[in-house]
């Protein structure tokens, strides 16, 4: 089938992590997005993978973390999805360690499955992700929240 438009003009698009991104976010969930945890893990891995892990949150590459809100496929501990949104709609999502989730177990749909491939969970932490998407780390404040 590519062969034969290969050579019509604009038939064929490169699936790329800007392309996926917006197709996910227009798309919305769909079962074959979220119907395997791995696959999941896959397409968040591509999706961030033209991301600089590590670059400040006011420049422009700490910026592009922003392009992220409205992907429906971040896997959560209860074994659902939740979609990636700004941070002024306060339905944030947790990064926390495996005992973590299991003290707030009651909140699971909130933390961020940690058998997420190690990169994804890199970008989850990093400060440009909390900064323009719904994204937290656990920390002793937030800790105290759940609990209260």
């Given at each position: 089938?590519h062969?034969?438009?290969?050579?019509?003009?604009?038939?064929?698009q490169?699936?790329?992590?800007?392309?996926?991104?917006a197709?996910?976010?227009?798309?919305?969930?769909?079962?074959?997005l979220?119907?395997?945890?791995?696959?999941?893990?896959?397409?968040?891995?591509?999706?961030l993978s033209?991301?600089?892990?590590?670059?400040?949150?006011d420049?422009?590459?700490?910026e592009?973390?922003?392009?992220?809100?409205?992907?429906?496929?971040?896997?959560?501990?209860?074994?659902?999805?939740q979609?990636l949104?700004t941070p002024?709609?306060?339905?944030?999502l947790?990064?926390?360690?495996?005992?973590?989730?299991?003290?707030f177990?009651?909140?699971?749909?909130?933390?961020?499955?940690?058998?997420l491939?190690a990169?994804?969970?890199d970008?989850?932490?990093?400060?440009?992700?909390?900064?323009?998407c719904?994204?937290k780390t656990?920390?002793?404040?937030?800790?105290?929240g759940?609990?209260?």
């Amino acid at each position: 089938v590519h062969a034969g438009f290969e050579g019509v003009d604009g038939a064929l698009q490169l699936a790329s992590p800007t392309f996926v991104r917006a197709w996910m976010s227009k798309s919305g969930r769909s079962e074959t997005l979220t119907s395997d945890k791995e696959r999941a893990g896959r397409l968040l891995q591509f999706c961030l993978s033209d991301m600089i892990l590590g670059c400040p949150a006011d420049t422009d590459g700490g910026e592009a973390y922003g392009k992220l809100c409205g992907i429906p496929i971040v896997p959560c501990a209860d074994g659902s999805f939740q979609r990636l949104r700004t941070p002024a709609e306060k339905k944030f999502l947790f990064v926390a360690t495996p005992e973590e989730c299991e003290i707030f177990h009651t909140v699971c749909f909130r933390f961020i499955s940690t058998d997420l491939p190690a990169s994804v969970l890199d970008h989850f932490r990093c400060e440009a992700m909390q900064t323009y998407c719904n994204v937290k780390t656990v920390t002793g404040e937030i800790a105290g929240g759940l609990l209260g």
